[in-house]
């Protein structure tokens, strides 16, 4: 089931047909509370978002979704096109952007595409690594036993590092395949998120064991012994 979160009648409507069509059953919502509450209560497969809503707004609505549910996909629809909006989204969780004007099919796509990549199964379910172990299944990360807090993007990040384990990745790769960006503007998205997985994770983030610094290319996750 696909949930549309949208509050033009026009776009509603395009949206069920084009979805419809291709098999989805589909939910619409025509402001920010009504979308999150429809989230949490359907549990949808993708959910396509609206930037500007009345009630709340998609920023908003996007961060409740992911962190409630951070593996639900979020493709954002709007009208706004400036790089720093669409940063700002992909750090708070959203899976994909698509600006208006916008052809039905495209979007179609990209909510597939985000889908998949959600539903890929993960080659290390529960990993450990020095005082720290990962569930992926659960999205539960502990710390000497105690529960650690990442936002949905630090937990792709770690997981992407997991699977690439003792290679190294630079930033451009980790741009597209984690933040899923087609350009790399100058952003210091990568090396924040790596700073707060350092902070959160490392015994001395100053000194890194994990998350290594590979000075000129960008990094590499050593889970070590």
Known sequence: MI??????????KALYRQFTTEGYDVTLA???IEGLNSCKTLKPAGVVLDLMLPGLSGL????????????TPVVVLSAVSEVADKVLLLEMGADDYVTKPFSPRELLARVQAAIRRTQRPVSNQKISFGNVTADFSGMVITKDGAPVT???????LLQYFVENADRVITREELLSDVWHY???PTT??????????RQKLETDPAHPVYFRTMHGIGYKFVRGS
């Open 30 to 32: 025509s402001d920010g």
């Open 188 to 197: 210091r998205t990568v090396d924040n998120h790596i700073m707060k997985l």
């Open 3 to 12: 949930l549309v979160i949208e509050d033009d009648p026009r776009i509603q």
């Open 150 to 156: 990442l936002t949905a993007h630090e937990i792709k």
């Open 182 to 184: 087609t350009s790399y």
């Open 60 to 71: 908003e609505v996007c961060k409740g979704i992911k962190s409630w549910s951070a593996t």
